[in-house]
């Protein structure tokens, strides 16, 4: 495994560290975190909407797929006048 020292603002390391707190993870877990997912998405084809959501909530216990929703037609709500 390689080694990457990075610089940043004490307010990124501070809202950095937030985001870990929130997701039960170190400074550490939380940043290699995000450079996984911003590599992602070079891999391949982008993800769908189903696989994104799903992939943003792995680590709440989303236990189902979210199934993709495309062709069915949107009806606008229709509020009471």
Do not use: H
């Not at 809202?15 to 891999?43: C, F, H, P, T, Y």
């Amino acid at each position: 495994m390689a080694e990457l020292v990075v610089q940043l603002e004490d307010d990124v390391i501070e809202k950095l560290q937030n985001r870990a707190s929130r997701n039960g993870r170190s400074l550490e877990e939380e940043a290699r975190q995000i450079l996984r997912d911003a590599v992602k998405s070079e891999d391949g084809a982008p993800l769908g909407l189903g696989t994104r959501i799903a992939a943003r909530f792995r680590d709440i216990g989303l236990e189902q797929d979210i199934q993709e929703l495309r062709g069915y037609p949107v009806v606008p709500f229709e509020f009471d006048s």
